[in-house]
């Protein structure tokens, strides 16, 4: 198959302040001790996918992600980072390399995914469409939807509230509407002749676009050329190209009549759409019926776009770290219930990984689901419970630690406690400090005593 690799790294996620740093940008946050980037390449490379371009936004973060990549896949991948300019989004990112492009496919990939879906069957299910994009979706995570953008604990009975809604013909092979996050609370609208299409449209809220797509590059690079204006391939040109999907000619000429809310082709009420809608699925697939026709006989000569979807089965891991809940969510499930998404480590008896070189005091404890890293060191009397504890730590006596994130070359001190909270590297927590729900950013100093809730605790950048 043709397809050539892209990875859209990021830069220095804002949404993730203070957990990214000028050291640490997105792409290199830890997942169980390991950077978040590693899980892409390694699910590329498993998937013999050996040659891939990383975008990053920013000189510096690139020049560490390069750094990184070099040092942990030579002689494994051919990867390419390049840098683009900060704060021009996914589809930004992609014009930026446009030059670059040279494949009938491009197989685009978050750089923040953590999955088990092998791209290859994206890629399969696109070529056998001979689609303009296929998405792969897969189901919303425990937790709920990460594209909520919740923030801490104290948020996550709020993410309830946020769904995406996707719609797909019967035989869910092909999209027909996509919207998330706040858009759901809009009118929906959808085009008239893909209703008349189809004749019948599944409505899902359990569905998440996990942020791997493939696409036919002639039609990506029209679209990304002609709408200088669209950053983002999921609030731009996903959307865009499903409603434009089933009207190629008027896409390639410019007819702006849809973008301009024409009401005569959208209809509102999405109830009333779904109620109305009588059983007519028989065609196998919808650009078909509409290519030959409203009344499905003389075939006329009109070009449409395929919008295709490839649905991870509900047994597989997959999930995005675009948010801090998310962060906590995906380092506690790799090393729990998805612990085999984790290559070079054995788990003990107790079901924990403890490197061989961690010294444990008198009575300390660390509980299943647990990941202790190399060098650490832990006082008499502490418990760890559901955490991950990163590289060269020094831990006092009396700690206690449970549902939390400890980052490498983390000094806490005697009797601290820390539950449901994430320390960043190099922090140092004075003894008896007490964190709850919150986020300790790279460097800082807690002084003894101290007792934080729900709060987010970062330096002041030097300018």
């Not at 390991?34 to 498993?46: A, G, K, M, N, R």
Request: charged share 20%; hydrophobic share 40%; net charge neutral.
């Amino acid at each position: 198959m043709d397809f050539q690799v892209v990875v859209l790294a990021g830069g220095y996620s804002k949404t993730l302040v203070p957990l990214v740093s000028k050291e640490v940008p997105k792409a290199l946050l830890p997942v169980a001790n390991t950077p978040v980037l590693y899980y892409v390449l390694e699910l590329l490379e498993l998937n013999e996918l050996n040659n891939a371009i990383v975008v990053v936004e920013g000189e510096s973060a690139a020049l560490l992600i390069s750094a990184w990549i070099s040092s942990t896949f030579v002689d494994r991948l051919q990867v390419e980072v390049i840098a683009v300019p900060e704060d021009i989004g996914t589809a930004g990112a992609l014009r930026a390399i446009d030059h670059r492009l040279a494949a009938k496919n491009i197989l685009v990939v978050s750089g923040d995914l953590v999955c088990e879906i092998p791209p290859g069957a994206v890629a399969a299910a696109h070529s056998r469409h001979d689609a303009a994009v296929t998405a792969m979706l897969c189901s919303v995570p425990v937790s709920g939807p990460s594209d909520s953008g919740s923030s801490g604990a104290k948020d996550k009975a709020k993410k309830t509230a946020r769904y995406n809604i996707i719609g797909l013909d019967p035989t869910k092979q092909f999209l027909l509407h996509i919207a998330a996050g706040a858009e759901v609370e809009k009118d929906i609208r959808i085009q008239k002749s893909i209703l008349q299409a189809v004749g019948e449209m599944e409505i899902h809220a359990d569905l998440m676009d996990a942020h791997m797509y493939a696409f036919k590059r002639s039609v990506l690079q029209d679209i990304l050329n002609q709408k200088e204006n669209f950053q983002s391939l999921r609030r731009d040109v996903l959307p865009y190209l499903v409603r434009s999907q089933l009207r190629c000619e008027l896409l390639l000429s410019g007819v702006q009549s849809e973008e301009n809310g024409n009401g005569k082709d959208a209809i509102q009420n999405n109830k009333a759409v779904v109620s109305q809608l009588l059983a007519n699925a028989s065609a196998p697939s919808i650009h078909d019926t509409y290519a030959r026709g409203p009344d499905g006989s003389a075939p006329i000569s009109r070009k449409t776009h395929k919008c295709c979807v490839y649905i991870a089965n509900k047994s597989k891991y997959c999930s995005r770290l675009n948010s801090i809940q998310s962060f906590s969510d995906i380092n506690r499930d790799v090393v729990g219930d998805a612990n085999h998404l984790l290559s070079g480590y054995s788990f003990s008896a107790q079901n924990n990984i403890i490197h061989p070189s961690v010294i444990l005091g008198s009575k300390t404890t660390v509980g299943p689901q647990c990941m202790v890293g190399e060098g650490s060191q832990m006082g008499d009397k502490c418990s760890v419970k559901k955490s991950v504890i990163g590289r060269h730590c020094r831990i006092g006596s009396n700690v206690k630690i449970a549902n939390s994130v400890v980052m490498n070359y983390v000094t806490i001190g005697d009797g601290c406690s820390i539950q449901g909270s994430i320390i960043c590297s190099n922090v140092q927590l004075q003894e008896r400090a007490i964190f709850k729900d919150c986020q300790v950013g790279a460097g800082f100093v807690v002084t003894t005593g101290s007792e934080y809730k729900g709060e987010s605790l970062a330096k002041k950048e030097k300018q």
